[in-house]
T-cell receptor, first 119, second 112 residues
Framework: DAGVIQSPRHEVTEMGQEVTLRCKPI?????LFWYRQTMMRGLELLIY????????DSGMPEDRFSAKMPNASFSTLKIQPSEPRDSAVYFC?????????????????FGDGTRLSIL | SQKIEQNSEALNIQEGKTATLTCNYT??????LQWYRQDPGRGPVFLLL?????KEKRKERLKVTFDTTLKQSLFHITASQPADSATYLC???????????FGSGTQLTVLP
């Protein structure tokens, strides 16, 4: 069984550059989540999608961040322009929807993340 | 504001002993609580889910309790092994929030 696949695993780029992170969720899962993890703030939810539709993007830090899910098998998180404080590990996770529609108690399946360093 | 606290950043125990990790929450009424394990360089992996009307849940050597009066969940690993060394994250979920909020995690080291 293929899990959640993220690419690239590591990204190092200079401040001001555009960064695109990619995620392929588990087939059949209809919820997708983007998280950011840092030592200072832990694991923070940035945005989540249900059936390819963004449901809550209140965790997106700034307009420099955007996320898309053009189809059920692919999502991107873009940062433009990037800044050094964006350096973190970015995780994508997917789950099936439990009872209650978008309110889900289902386990989330995480990818192994993209370690992003902005110089 | 909602707050999740997990006990001391690091916990060291001897192999064979029971590890007990604590998750306290405030300004929260979670209907469910999940526990995850995270190894270095990897994403979190789901372990157990417990509902508010369940006092206890078990899975092999793992046991989770959920006390809505104390606003606390305890996570136990019995007969601990060095392979259990990892960071453990609790994640309450409430109906109004509609998503998980993770605690900062407890790093467990099981010494041989």
């Amino acid at each position: 069984d293929a899990g959640v696949i993220q690419s690239p695993r590591h990204e190092v780029t200079e401040m001001g550059q555009e960064v695109t992170l990619r995620c392929k969720p588990i087939s059949g899962h209809n919820s997708l989540f983007w998280y950011r993890q840092t030592m200072m703030r832990g694991l923070e939810l940035l945005i989540y999608f249900n059936n390819n539709v963004p449901i809550d993007d209140s965790g997106m830090p700034e307009d420099r961040f955007s996320a898309k899910m053009p189809n059920a098998s692919f999502s991107t998180l873009k940062i433009q322009p990037s800044e050094p404080r964006d350096s973190a590990v970015y995780f994508c996770a997917s789950s099936s929807t439990g009872t209650g529609g978008v309110y889900s108690n289902q386990p989330q399946h995480f990818g192994d993340g993209t370690r992003l360093s902005i110089l | 504001s909602q707050k999740i606290e997990q006990n001391s950043e690091a916990l060291n125990i001897q192999e064979g002993k029971t590890a007990t990790l604590t998750c306290n929450y405030t300004n929260y009424s979670p209907a469910y609580l999940q526990w995850y394990r995270q190894d270095p360089g990897r994403g979190p992996v789901f372990l157990l889910l417990i509902r508010e009307n369940e006092k206890e849940k078990r899975k092999e050597r793992l046991k989770v309790t959920f006390d809505t009066t104390l606003k606390q969940s305890l996570f136990h690993i019995t007969a601990s092994q060095p392979a259990d060394s990892a960071t453990y994250l609790c994640a309450p979920i409430s109906g109004s929030a509609r998503q998980l909020t993770f605690g900062s995690g407890t790093q467990l080291t099981v010494l041989p």
